[in-house]
């Protein structure tokens, strides 16, 4: 059975252009493709819902969306590095009991926890930590 795990990225580009390319490519689910990476055995991801739309000038844009396995950290590095996005993601596997982020900045260490709170309370004391997905901590604390 295949474990998904939910990402959330905040990503920008000093060019917005580069975030309607983005936006298109999530759009279509092709992040992949726009990042030149694939991984084996897995389908390109995006969004599977309704489609977002941005103004023409945007130079930062927030989305969710959801990955079987692992978070795309390669998909990541190569945003950032072939075309300098900027990167800042969260991401949660409650069935694997880990989450974690991820950022292009270098003050922001990539960190994964094995564990999941196990308390609303816990949970909260993540808030600032993980404001991303501290409501799917939440969540998982509450009904996991």
Known sequence: MT???VNKMQIKHEDPHMI?????????QKIQTLANRSYSCVNDFGNDGEKLEID?????????FMTPGYPPLKVY????????????????EPSMSYFGKWSSANEIVNEQNDWLPQTAK?????????PLIHHFLRECAIEC
């Open 56 to 64: 023409s000038n945007t130079t930062q844009v927030e989305v969710t």
């Open 77 to 92: 590095e190569n945003l950032h590095g072939n075309f300098n996005f900027e990167i800042y993601a969260e991401f949660i």
């Open 3 to 5: 474990s998904y795990t």
């Open 20 to 28: 309607e390319k983005f936006v298109n490519a999530y759009n279509k």
């Open 122 to 130: 816990e949970a909260d004391e993540l808030s600032d930590t993980y």
